[in-house]
């Protein structure tokens, strides 16, 4: 059974779903969807949807016959597909819908990042269902999220969701290929993430997604990270939309931890993208890892990648290449070649001035330790 007290539930919809033939937008699997989204709002359940298939919704209009699309081209088939399939899920329903789009580049921005938690919120609490797509017409490759299923997990964290439900092409997490191994099974429930569990995931399955089970199961680790529960289900099927609403589970749940991380350390984690890294002494690394220390600079030894203040870096261990931890700098890379080595009382005199403030290179409250090493 899963959790019936959910309240503010995510839904991410996949483009396999959305305009599976590549013929623009389909009714084939998304009256179902409509109609589990009108059952949600009616048993008192806020939604948020999350819909890929812009590209692929409007593919057609296009005379393009490769595979592999030109980056400007899909960014023109994304202009025409995203208004297409906001008519289409619009028409589905008789309450407003209202359109958010976003890039990697307003989630890792802290006020932007909070501006769309208040945006997102304002809309819910005025009955309109948010209808969340990545921007794909302006997006960079370095501010890309570059699948919804990770969209959707940071979509469900921002605004404290209850739930996550990813409706795919596959009815969940099996233990092996179904569609090679006949004697693979459907695991039902999953209650820690970890490297067997990820050994599990394969490549997309869909050639009209960009999304495989590996995203999914990325989604679902940021998501229960912020003690979100999270459902990978097969959206093609009405049976699984009967399932979750009457409590049952149809696929795979990831179980929600007890104890998330605070906000803020989650953002840091699984939003942040590290811009540079920084190598750390053993001293430095028995403090961070055991004493919960902030990283200062005295522990630092070599320092990589062009980054400035306020970005992420990740932190390793000199010797070898293991990660400690990920944060945030308050140096840039050019201040902490001239301060590395150094203590702490030495940075002005060094620099000509303290630019953070404190003697911490990352701070503890803006450090997440990583417990893959």
Known sequence: MINPSWRRVVLKVGSALIAPDNEGCS??????????????RKQGREVILVSSGSVAAGRHHFNFSHQRVPIALKRAMAAVGQNQMMNFW?????????????????????VRHVNIQNTLRKL????VLPIVNENDTIATDELKV???????????????????????????????????????????????????????????AS????????????????????????????GHQLETFECLLAGENPGTVFFGQHKPLPAKKHWVRHTLRAKGEIWVDDGCVEALSQHGASLLSSGIVRVKGEFDSGDAVIIRCAKGTRRIA????????????????????????????????????????????????
């Open 124 to 127: 819910l609490d005025h009955q």
């Open 27 to 40: 009714e084939q699997y998304l009256r179902p969807i409509a109609e589990f989204i009108h059952q949600c």
């Open 90 to 110: 619009t028409n589905c329903f008789d309450f407003p819908c209202a359109q958010v789009l976003l890039t990697h580049g307003d989630l890792s921005d802290r």
């Open 207 to 234: 050639a009209v997604g960009t999304g495989g089970m590996r995203t999914k199961v990325e989604a679902a680790e940021k998501a229960t990270a912020q003690g979100v529960d999270t459902l990978i289900v097969d």
């Open 326 to 373: 990920k944060g945030v700098s308050r140096f840039s890379a050019t201040e902490l070649f001239s301060i590395k080595g150094q203590q702490s009382r030495d940075i002005p005199k060094r620099l000509g001035y303290c630019p953070a403030g404190s003697d911490a290179v990352v701070h503890r409250s803006e450090m997440m330790l990583l417990e893959k090493l």
């Open 146 to 204: 570059g699948d919804n299923d990770n969209l959707a997990a940071m979509v469900a964290t921002v605004v404290q969701a209850d739930a996550l439900i990813i409706c795919s092409d596959v009815k969940g997490l099996y233990t092996a290929d179904p569609s090679k191994d006949p004697l693979a099974t459907l695991i039902p429930e999953v209650s820690k993430i970890d490297a067997a569990i990820y050994s599990l995931a394969g490549g997309a």
